[in-house]
């Protein structure tokens, strides 16, 4: 459950991204919305500077929110780096010491769903967040989160002539998440290999156009992180500003040196050669298998005794797994460095002991391993 945490905080983000994103406008109607939700307790704030940050908590959580201060000027300094930019004015950092707490929050005008990791309010740009029971993701979210204070405040440099709401969220937030996260993120390797297995890895235009379909925090973090490879994080920042100036599809010619396209096709040929040889795409399986009850009762045993039913068993497995750089080979060989089906066959003797256990003896031979030979398993289980 832990694993997919982070995305349904992410999404949770994300709609929290769109609604900040027109609040300017809509700021009435976010206080209507946050009228409705209720709020328990009251929190006394206390307030700890940092060369960068004005960073908010209560009481109880003072060394947590020490922690976080520090956590956060590491941002600093290396986004500050990524984005060629500091910042004019001390940002707000508001912690919350856990999830319920946060969920009550007032600070913001809106309503936090469960699972929203933090939220970046774009007017008053203020960094808002929940600390969780890992010092790791507390870092992740801080660094997320820190990467929209950055782009807001580029945006905020010349708001009129910065397009902050055309830029694609998978964009926004794959820059968050390649920036906070890196480029090895499990989570998001798992959906890549998903893509290229069904051969479906998209465009940067259907990455925009459709974002039902391709989730732009992990293949935005996905594209990011090929961008920041390829070209150096502090391109993602040029990037950004020529993005937010001029549309992306220009500053990828213009900073890049590739169209869209190119480079989309370029991250697919990556992809490809990254996760290409670990996939399997298919496999078949077969096997047979021969029941012979040798003791039992006078009606299913070869020999009655029904003292201690035995059930003597033949099988054969086979299996192969190929993908589409490497078809199988249909060839019965011992050895070999193509993907051949593989086969085992064995022996297994079941004894009932007493009615409730199961005590199993088996002998298999693997055909393609020669320097196994026969291994045998003895194994107890409960029931027949
Ligand atoms: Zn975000």
């Known amino acids: 459950m832990l694993r997919s945490r982070p995305s349904v905080r992410l999404v ?133 989160e820190m990467v929209h204070v950055f782009q807001y405040d580029l945006w905020k440099e010349n708001p009129r002539a910065f397009q902050l709401g055309a830029l694609p969220l998978w964009f926004i937030e794959g820059t968050a998440e390649y920036l906070s996260q890196g480029r090895t993120d499990p989570h998001t ?41 390829n070209w150096g994080d502090q391109t993602l920042g040029i990037l950004y500003r020529r993005a937010g100036y001029a549309g992306l599809e220009t500053a990828f010619q213009e900073v890049l040196g590739v169209t869209g396209d190119e480079l989309s096709t370029a991250w697919a040929e990556a992809l490809r050669s990254a996760y290409g040889s670990q996939m399997t795409d298919r496999t078949a399986l077969g096997s047979v298998e021969v029941r012979v009850p040798v003791l039992g009762s006078r009606e299913f045993g070869l020999v009655s005794f029904p003292y201690l039913p035995t059930e003597l068993v033949a099988f054969a497995d086979g299996g192969v797994a190929w993908s589409s750089d490497a078809p199988p080979v249909f060839e019965f060989t011992r050895e070999s460095e193509e993907r051949i089906p593989v086969f085992s066959t064995g022996l297994s003797a079941r004894v009932n002991v007493l009615g409730f256990l199961v005590v199993e003896l088996m002998g298999v031979y693997p055909f393609q391993r020669p320097d196994k030979g026969w291994h045998f398993d003895f194994q107890i289980s409960p029931g027949w």
């Open 12 to 144: 949770a983000c994300l709609t929290a991204l769109v609604v900040l994103l027109v609040a300017g406008l809509a700021t009435a109607q976010a206080q209507n919305f946050g009228r409705n939700k209720v709020v328990y307790d009251d929190f006394d704030f206390e307030r700890l500077q940092t060369e960068h940050f004005d960073v908010y908590y209560y009481p109880p959580m003072e060394p947590a929110a020490q922690d976080a201060a520090r956590m956060a000027e590491r941002w600093y300094t290396r986004l500050s780096q990524v984005f060629q930019h500091e910042f004019t004015d001390r940002t707000p950092i508001i912690l919350y010491a856990d999830d319920t707490d946060f969920q009550q929050t007032n600070v913001i005008g809106g309503f936090i769903g469960e699972g929203t990791g933090g939220v970046t309010e774009g007017g008053r740009q203020r960094l808002i967040m929940p600390l969780t029971g890992s010092y790791d993701e507390t870092d992740r979210i801080l660094g997320h």
């Open 189 to 229: 390797a798992m959906w890549m290999r998903d893509a290229l297995r069904n051969e479906d890895v998209p465009t940067t235009r259907q990455l925009t156009r459709e974002q039902n379909r391709y989730f732009p925090y992990r293949y935005g973090q996905a594209l990011m992180a090929y961008i920041g490879g």
